[in-house]
T-cell receptor, first 113, second 113 residues
Framework: DVKVTQSSRYLVKRTGEKVFLECVQD?????MFWYRQDPGLGLRLIYF???????EKGDIPEGYSVSREKKERFSLILESASTNQTSMYLC????????????FGPGTRLLVL | QKEVEQDPGPLSVPEGAIVSLNCTYS??????FMWYRQYSRKGPELLMY????GNKEDGRFTAQVDKSSKYISLFIRDSQPSDSATYLC?????????????FGKGTMLLVSP
Protein backbone atom coordinates (compact mmCIF):
# COMPACT_ATOMS: atom_id res chain seq x y z
CA ASP A 1 0.00 0.00 0.00
CA VAL A 2 1.14 3.50 -0.83
CA LYS A 3 1.72 5.45 2.27
CA VAL A 4 1.99 9.19 2.61
CA THR A 5 2.77 10.37 6.09
CA GLN A 6 2.70 13.86 7.49
CA SER A 7 4.73 14.86 10.50
CA SER A 8 1.87 16.11 12.65
CA ARG A 9 -1.91 15.68 12.75
CA TYR A 10 -2.46 18.84 14.77
CA LEU A 11 -0.22 21.86 15.21
CA VAL A 12 -0.67 25.14 17.11
CA LYS A 13 1.68 28.01 16.33
CA ARG A 14 1.89 31.69 17.07
CA THR A 15 1.78 34.50 14.54
CA GLY A 16 5.22 35.19 13.13
CA GLU A 17 6.65 31.75 13.85
CA LYS A 18 8.39 29.77 11.15
CA VAL A 19 6.51 26.53 10.58
CA PHE A 20 7.72 23.36 8.91
CA LEU A 21 5.29 20.74 7.63
CA GLU A 22 6.94 17.52 6.57
CA CYS A 23 5.63 14.93 4.14
CA VAL A 24 7.16 11.56 3.32
CA GLN A 25 6.00 8.96 0.80
CA ASP A 26 7.28 5.42 0.59
CA UNK A 27 6.38 4.41 -2.97
CA UNK A 28 9.16 6.08 -4.94
CA UNK A 29 6.74 8.57 -6.51
CA UNK A 30 8.23 11.32 -8.62
CA UNK A 31 5.43 13.85 -8.07
CA MET A 32 4.52 15.51 -4.80
CA PHE A 33 2.00 18.20 -3.95
CA TRP A 34 0.89 20.45 -1.12
CA TYR A 35 -2.75 21.50 -0.90
CA ARG A 36 -4.68 23.39 1.70
CA GLN A 37 -8.35 22.73 2.36
CA ASP A 38 -10.72 25.29 3.79
CA PRO A 39 -14.51 25.20 4.27
CA GLY A 40 -16.25 26.80 1.33
CA LEU A 41 -13.01 27.04 -0.66
CA GLY A 42 -12.18 23.39 -1.20
CA LEU A 43 -8.73 22.06 -2.05
CA ARG A 44 -6.27 24.58 -3.39
CA LEU A 45 -2.81 23.80 -4.70
CA ILE A 46 0.05 25.61 -2.96
CA TYR A 47 3.17 24.10 -4.53
CA PHE A 48 4.11 20.99 -6.45
CA UNK A 49 7.23 19.16 -7.47
CA UNK A 50 7.74 16.75 -10.35
CA UNK A 51 11.34 15.89 -9.49
CA UNK A 52 13.96 16.21 -6.77
CA UNK A 53 15.05 19.85 -6.30
CA UNK A 54 12.28 20.96 -8.63
CA UNK A 55 9.40 23.09 -7.41
CA GLU A 56 6.60 24.99 -9.06
CA LYS A 57 4.05 27.41 -7.69
CA GLY A 58 0.45 26.35 -7.56
CA ASP A 59 -2.59 28.58 -7.25
CA ILE A 60 -1.84 30.11 -3.83
CA PRO A 61 1.93 30.12 -3.15
CA GLU A 62 2.08 33.46 -1.32
CA GLY A 63 3.46 33.13 2.19
CA TYR A 64 4.78 29.61 1.57
CA SER A 65 7.94 27.98 0.32
CA VAL A 66 8.88 24.34 -0.23
CA SER A 67 11.91 22.12 -0.24
CA ARG A 68 12.51 18.82 -1.99
CA GLU A 69 16.02 17.62 -1.32
CA LYS A 70 15.14 13.94 -1.48
CA LYS A 71 12.68 12.12 -3.69
CA GLU A 72 10.57 10.81 -0.83
CA ARG A 73 10.31 14.04 1.17
CA PHE A 74 8.52 17.30 0.40
CA SER A 75 8.48 20.02 3.01
CA LEU A 76 6.18 23.01 3.21
CA ILE A 77 7.49 26.08 5.02
CA LEU A 78 5.50 28.97 6.38
CA GLU A 79 8.17 31.66 6.70
CA SER A 80 6.16 33.83 9.10
CA ALA A 81 2.88 32.24 10.08
CA SER A 82 -0.24 34.37 9.96
CA THR A 83 -3.77 33.70 11.20
CA ASN A 84 -5.08 33.40 7.63
CA GLN A 85 -2.85 30.35 7.23
CA THR A 86 -4.95 28.45 9.75
CA SER A 87 -6.11 25.52 7.67
CA MET A 88 -5.94 21.81 6.90
CA TYR A 89 -2.77 21.03 4.93
CA LEU A 90 -2.74 17.95 2.74
CA CYS A 91 0.28 16.42 1.09
CA UNK A 92 -0.10 14.09 -1.89
CA UNK A 93 2.09 12.10 -4.24
CA UNK A 94 1.72 10.36 -7.58
CA UNK A 95 3.89 8.46 -10.00
CA UNK A 96 5.15 9.95 -13.23
CA UNK A 97 3.16 7.63 -15.47
CA UNK A 98 -0.12 8.24 -13.61
CA UNK A 99 0.22 11.76 -12.35
CA UNK A 100 -3.46 12.36 -11.65
CA UNK A 101 -3.90 9.38 -9.31
CA UNK A 102 -3.00 11.22 -6.16
CA UNK A 103 -2.32 9.51 -2.87
CA PHE A 104 -3.02 11.85 0.01
CA GLY A 105 -1.67 11.91 3.51
CA PRO A 106 -3.98 12.24 6.51
CA GLY A 107 -3.51 16.00 6.73
CA THR A 108 -2.13 18.44 9.29
CA ARG A 109 -4.60 20.75 10.95
CA LEU A 110 -2.70 23.96 11.66
CA LEU A 111 -3.99 26.64 14.00
CA VAL A 112 -2.14 29.96 14.02
CA LEU A 113 -2.93 32.11 17.02
CA GLN B 1 -15.79 31.14 -13.20
CA LYS B 2 -13.95 28.28 -11.55
CA GLU B 3 -12.89 25.41 -13.74
CA VAL B 4 -14.99 22.92 -11.79
CA GLU B 5 -18.16 23.65 -9.83
CA GLN B 6 -19.98 21.45 -7.32
CA ASP B 7 -22.97 21.90 -5.07
CA PRO B 8 -21.60 21.60 -1.51
CA GLY B 9 -24.68 19.85 -0.12
CA PRO B 10 -25.14 18.19 2.26
CA LEU B 11 -27.12 15.63 0.35
CA SER B 12 -29.07 13.37 2.72
CA VAL B 13 -30.52 10.08 1.51
CA PRO B 14 -31.83 6.90 3.14
CA GLU B 15 -29.89 3.68 2.88
CA GLY B 16 -30.52 1.90 -0.39
CA ALA B 17 -31.25 5.04 -2.38
CA ILE B 18 -29.63 5.85 -5.72
CA VAL B 19 -27.39 8.87 -5.34
CA SER B 20 -26.46 11.31 -8.08
CA LEU B 21 -23.52 13.65 -7.49
CA ASN B 22 -22.75 16.24 -10.13
CA CYS B 23 -20.13 18.70 -11.33
CA THR B 24 -20.01 21.20 -14.12
CA TYR B 25 -16.81 22.30 -15.81
CA SER B 26 -15.98 25.37 -17.82
CA UNK B 27 -13.41 24.33 -20.44
CA UNK B 28 -14.61 22.11 -23.26
CA UNK B 29 -11.01 20.99 -23.83
CA UNK B 30 -11.02 19.05 -20.56
CA UNK B 31 -10.98 15.35 -21.31
CA UNK B 32 -10.01 13.59 -18.11
CA PHE B 33 -12.20 13.57 -15.03
CA MET B 34 -11.78 12.03 -11.64
CA TRP B 35 -13.80 11.46 -8.50
CA TYR B 36 -12.18 11.45 -5.09
CA ARG B 37 -13.85 10.44 -1.83
CA GLN B 38 -12.92 12.00 1.48
CA TYR B 39 -14.03 10.59 4.81
CA SER B 40 -14.15 12.87 7.81
CA ARG B 41 -10.66 13.66 9.18
CA LYS B 42 -8.95 11.77 6.37
CA GLY B 43 -7.22 12.71 3.14
CA PRO B 44 -9.08 12.22 -0.16
CA GLU B 45 -8.71 8.92 -2.00
CA LEU B 46 -9.18 8.24 -5.68
CA LEU B 47 -12.50 6.57 -6.36
CA MET B 48 -12.87 6.58 -10.14
CA TYR B 49 -11.69 8.29 -13.27
CA UNK B 50 -13.11 8.61 -16.75
CA UNK B 51 -11.59 9.78 -20.00
CA UNK B 52 -13.66 11.75 -22.50
CA UNK B 53 -17.32 10.96 -22.94
CA GLY B 54 -19.21 7.95 -21.76
CA ASN B 55 -19.73 5.85 -18.69
CA LYS B 56 -17.45 3.88 -16.45
CA GLU B 57 -18.78 1.40 -13.95
CA ASP B 58 -17.10 -0.05 -10.87
CA GLY B 59 -19.35 -2.07 -8.60
CA ARG B 60 -22.05 0.21 -7.21
CA PHE B 61 -20.39 3.30 -8.69
CA THR B 62 -20.87 4.72 -12.18
CA ALA B 63 -19.06 7.79 -13.50
CA GLN B 64 -20.57 9.58 -16.47
CA VAL B 65 -19.36 12.45 -18.64
CA ASP B 66 -21.59 14.54 -20.89
CA LYS B 67 -19.25 16.72 -22.93
CA SER B 68 -22.06 18.48 -24.78
CA SER B 69 -23.32 20.01 -21.56
CA LYS B 70 -19.95 19.95 -19.71
CA TYR B 71 -21.46 17.89 -16.94
CA ILE B 72 -19.94 15.01 -14.99
CA SER B 73 -21.86 12.73 -12.67
CA LEU B 74 -21.18 10.03 -10.13
CA PHE B 75 -24.01 7.59 -9.44
CA ILE B 76 -24.06 5.36 -6.38
CA ARG B 77 -26.50 2.45 -6.42
CA ASP B 78 -27.80 0.85 -3.22
CA SER B 79 -26.15 3.52 -1.10
CA GLN B 80 -24.77 2.48 2.28
CA PRO B 81 -24.05 4.43 5.48
CA SER B 82 -20.37 3.74 4.77
CA ASP B 83 -20.74 5.88 1.62
CA SER B 84 -21.21 8.93 3.84
CA ALA B 85 -18.31 11.17 2.86
CA THR B 86 -17.44 14.22 0.81
CA TYR B 87 -17.09 13.55 -2.91
CA LEU B 88 -14.79 15.75 -4.97
CA CYS B 89 -14.63 15.91 -8.72
CA UNK B 90 -11.36 16.91 -10.35
CA UNK B 91 -9.87 17.57 -13.75
CA UNK B 92 -6.35 18.41 -14.98
CA UNK B 93 -5.71 22.09 -15.66
CA UNK B 94 -2.64 23.90 -16.92
CA UNK B 95 -0.53 25.40 -14.13
CA UNK B 96 2.81 27.14 -14.76
CA UNK B 97 3.15 25.16 -17.98
CA UNK B 98 2.46 21.91 -16.14
CA UNK B 99 -0.80 20.07 -15.76
CA UNK B 100 -2.16 19.64 -12.23
CA UNK B 101 -5.50 18.58 -10.80
CA UNK B 102 -8.08 21.21 -10.01
CA PHE B 103 -10.74 20.08 -7.58
CA GLY B 104 -14.34 21.06 -7.09
CA LYS B 105 -15.28 22.13 -3.59
CA GLY B 106 -16.87 18.79 -2.84
CA THR B 107 -20.38 17.55 -2.08
CA MET B 108 -21.07 16.09 1.36
CA LEU B 109 -23.20 12.94 1.24
CA LEU B 110 -25.01 11.57 4.29
CA VAL B 111 -26.60 8.11 4.03
CA SER B 112 -28.84 7.32 6.96
CA PRO B 113 -29.55 3.72 8.07
Amino acid sequence: DVKVTQSSRYLVKRTGEKVFLECVQDMDHENMFWYRQDPGLGLRLIYFSYDVKMKEKGDIPEGYSVSREKKERFSLILESASTNQTSMYLCASSQRGDRYSLYFGPGTRLLVL
Amino acid sequence: QKEVEQDPGPLSVPEGAIVSLNCTYSNSAFQYFMWYRQYSRKGPELLMYTYSSGNKEDGRFTAQVDKSSKYISLFIRDSQPSDSATYLCATPCSNSGYSTLTFGKGTMLLVSP
